[in-house]
């Protein structure tokens, strides 16, 4: 499908048939906005966060870039997160990165890239970082971990923020886990990393690099 217009085409017929299942569908979502989930996901458009995990528009407050990165100087999405915690007061944040992630591969490959190589110099960064681990594996199996990797030490920077920081001195029921989802066979896999407050950072990292402890 390449012509825009078949896109309002389906966007009517898809209107249509939320409101001939459920009337007040768009009176309610216009009404509020109250998502208990934030999900922190790939740019790719393969990894539409609502429709992977099973939920309705209005069920997730979404930020996406390329490879799932969460940077301390991002004001994009450090804007988000605030918005969503303090805001919106989401129970879960969920970083999701993803296998076959072009943004990963694209930090392992030893090539240039332009203007992206200064984004993907976060990845690069967990890939130095972990290199001990990448370089014991088969080179075919090193970027699938690396996106795991990755999903991991954005989510630690997550939970490093001053924003959750705080929410948990506030005593806000507010839970940080890491996710990776699969291309090849729709579903999402938990890593192992899930922190509830500032004590359970460290424990919970340790799991979750634990290669015995990964869900596949």
Not at 48 to 57: F, K, R, S, T
Not at 134 to 159: G, M, W, Y
Not at 175 to 204: K, M, Q, S
């Amino acid at each position: 499908m390449t012509d825009p217009k078949l896109l309002l085409e389906r966007n009517r017929a898809w209107a249509e048939r939320m409101v001939g299942e459920d009337q007040g569908f768009f009176s309610r979502l216009a009404g509020q906005q109250a998502p208990r989930f934030l999900w922190i996901g790939c740019a790719d458009s393969r990894v539409p966060a609502n429709v992977i995990a099973g939920l309705d528009p209005g069920e997730v407050f979404v930020h996406r870039n390329v490879a799932n990165v969460f940077s301390h100087t991002d004001l994009n999405a450090l804007t988000v997160l605030e918005y969503a915690v303090s805001v919106l007061e989401v129970e879960h944040i969920i970083v999701c990165g993803h296998y076959g992630c072009g943004g990963v591969g694209a930090a392992l490959d030893q090539r240039g890239h332009g203007l992206i190589d200064n984004w993907l110099r976060h990845i690069k960064d967990v890939a130095a970082k972990h290199d001990d681990i990448l370089a014991a594996l088969p080179e075919s199996e090193r970027a699938d971990r690396l996106a795991e990797l990755n999903a991991i030490e954005q989510t630690r920077n997550v939970c490093y923020t001053s924003i959750v920081q705080e929410a948990w001195a506030r005593g806000k029921p507010l839970t940080v886990r890491a996710w990776i989802y699969g291309l090849g066979d729709g579903l999402l896999r938990d890593l192992n990393f899930v922190v509830r407050g500032p004590d359970e950072l460290d424990p919970a990292y340790r799991l979750s690099l634990d290669p015995g402890a990964r869900e596949r």
